[in-house]
């Protein structure tokens, strides 16, 4: 079964600064997807960024980036110039491909605290 | 699109009673997921469905707990009877391809 485990249950950030936090997964799988959401204290969760593992470029939204390392299995989320309203709970996902129904398996979350 | 919907956002109820949550998934959507979170066990899959057949409810917790999707636009969550345990945030998904769009969530509250 895969797993997902975030390692870091609180992180702190001082706004405008960078910050990463750590994800690792644990597949048998050689073709998967990646995501990271955020959940802010509204609680709605919103999908963040994705990866699909055949592509070794790391994706990148705006301040989001990750750095995917496959053999690792590790997936990191990397938030630069934060802002305030960074602060949430962000939980990395993996999900199988070639799944028709999609379903994915979340890690514990990181709750971010950015600090003005 | 005004993305997925959940109804009620708020329920509170007594121990017993019958509760029903609701989703209208974003249109165009094939997967709609059933979510649980709580601060103890976090967020929890319940169900999932795929072209309104569920594929997974592996994650139900027992049979108190049912759902169903008629139709492509549809989903209900039902909690019969409830109990002070199933208190939580009750979380819609629908999903058409990568990633998951999720639905503001309804708050439960059993006493």
């Known amino acids: 079964a895969q797993t997902v485990t975030q390692s870091q249950p609180e992180m702190s950030v001082q706004e405008a600064e960078t910050v990463t936090l750590s994800c690792t997964y644990d597949?048998?799988?050689?073709?998967?997807?990646l995501f990271w959401y955020k959940q802010p204290p509204s609680r709605q969760m919103i999908l963040v960024i994705r990866?699909?593992?055949?592509?070794?470029q790391n994706a990148t939204e705006n301040r989001f980036s990750v750095n995917f390392q496959k053999a690792a299995k590790s997936f990191s989320l990397k938030i630069s110039d934060s802002q305030l309203g960074d602060a949430a709970m962000y939980f990395c996902?993996?999900?199988?491909?070639?799944?028709?129904?999609?379903?994915?398996?979340f890690g514990d979350g990181t709750t971010l605290t950015v600090k003005p | 699109d005004a993305g997925v919907i959940q109804s009620p956002r708020h329920e509170v109820t007594e121990m017993g009673q019958e509760v029903t949550l609701r989703c209208k998934p974003i249109?165009?959507?094939?997967?709609l997921f059933w979510y649980r979170q709580t601060m103890m066990r976090g967020l929890e899959l319940l169900i999932y469905?795929?072209?309104?057949?569920?594929?997974?409810d592996s994650g139900m917790p027992e049979d108190r707990f049912s759902a169903k999707m008629p139709n492509a636009s549809f989903s209900t969550l039902k909690i019969q009877p409830s109990e002070p345990r199933d208190s939580a945030v009750y979380f819609c998904?629908?999903?058409?391809?990568?990633?998951?769009?999720f639905g503001p969530g309804t708050r439960l509250t059993v006493l």
């Open positions: 249109s165009g959507h094939n997967s």
């Open positions: 597949t048998s799988e050689s073709d998967y997807y």
């Open positions: 469905f795929n072209n309104n057949v569920p594929i997974d």
């Open positions: 990866q699909e593992a055949y592509k070794q």
């Open positions: 998904a629908s999903s058409r391809a990568l990633g998951q769009f």
């Open positions: 996902a993996y999900r199988k491909a070639n799944t028709n129904a999609g379903k994915s398996t």
